[in-house]
């Protein structure tokens, strides 16, 4: 959800989303606290600083390293969507690099970017999708 705070007559959005990198916080990969309840940690949730006239949303990027094979979790506020987002309106894609390739998904709301799967929202859909097929499976059997 979307905060509107007064800037002179006009009002500014903002979003809060994860930040961090793997890279040097090793807990932001999956956002975890090591605790019973497997809790999100929000330590990494912060206000988006956005330039002037710009509207922020969260990214979040999986780096793969193809050398090494080490994967990094990128969690950061975005405020200019990639190509491939603003030509398809996909909110996750994929692009291989000379050395490394990456997933990258955008979302619009706070902390949307803090899910341990790519696609956080997609993956209720699948399951959404599954659960459909399953059952249609099973009324078609016991027709049989």
Known sequence: SRREYPIGSKFAEAIRCHQ???????????????????????????ECQVPNNMTAFCRK???????????????????KRDKVQQE??????????????????????????????????HSKWTVLAVTGVSVAIAAVLRRN
């Open 20 to 46: 961090c990198n793997s890279h040097q916080e090793e807990d932001c990969i999956t956002l975890r606290l090591s605790t019973p309840g497997n809790v999100l940690n929000d330590q990494y949730l912060k």
């Open 61 to 79: 990027t999986v780096l793969k390293i193809e050398v090494t094979g080490e994967q990094r979790t990128i969690r950061e506020c975005g405020w």
């Open 88 to 121: 398809t309106g996909v909110s996750c894609f994929s692009a291989d690099h000379e050395g490394y390739t990456q997933i990258i998904c955008a979302c619009d709301e706070d902390g949307c970017n803090g899910s341990p799967s790519l696609g956080g929202s």
